[in-house]
Nanobody, 124 residues
Framework: QVQVVESGGGLVQPGGSLSLSCAAS????????MGWFRQAPWKEREFVSA????????YYADSVKGRFTISRDNAKKMVYLKMNNLKPEDTAVYYC?????????????????WGQGTQVTVSS
């Protein structure tokens, strides 16, 4: 079993940067693929980024490609999401999630464990 807790959200101006962190617990963390999703008010939860268990492969939604970077440190049981050039449309609650499956990482249904989320607001 894996528990995940997000941190690092906040208020940032358009064009600014923010880094999110996801702290995980559980001895098998390094065997899980990890993903970031977000959910804006009145919208469905959407895929942002994911990485395989080793960090060797990473995936991004088209809307964040080139601006966001996902990384993980299995020794520290941490996953990170570095967000640059933020836009107002990036405003949402961001969730970290863990998946035993290595495929279909853009689908929320693939993930077994979810955090409570951290709010990111991009506004001037």
């Amino acid at each position: 079993q894996v528990q995940v807790v997000e941190s690092g959200g906040g208020l940032v101006q358009p064009g600014g940067s923010l880094s999110l962190s996801c702290a995980a617990s559980g001895r098998t963390f390094s065997t899980y693929a990890m993903g970031w999703f977000r959910q804006a008010p009145w919208k469905e939860r959407e895929f942002v980024s994911a990485t395989t268990w080793s960090g060797g492969s990473t995936y991004y939604a088209d809307s964040v490609k080139g601006r966001f970077t996902i990384s993980r440190d299995n020794a520290k049981k941490m996953v990170y999401l570095k967000m640059n050039n933020l836009k107002p449309e990036d405003t949402a609650v961001y969730y970290c999630a863990a998946a035993q499956s290595g495929g279909g990482l853009y689908r929320p249904s693939v993930y077994d464990y979810w955090g409570q989320g951290t709010q990111v607001t991009v506004s001037s």
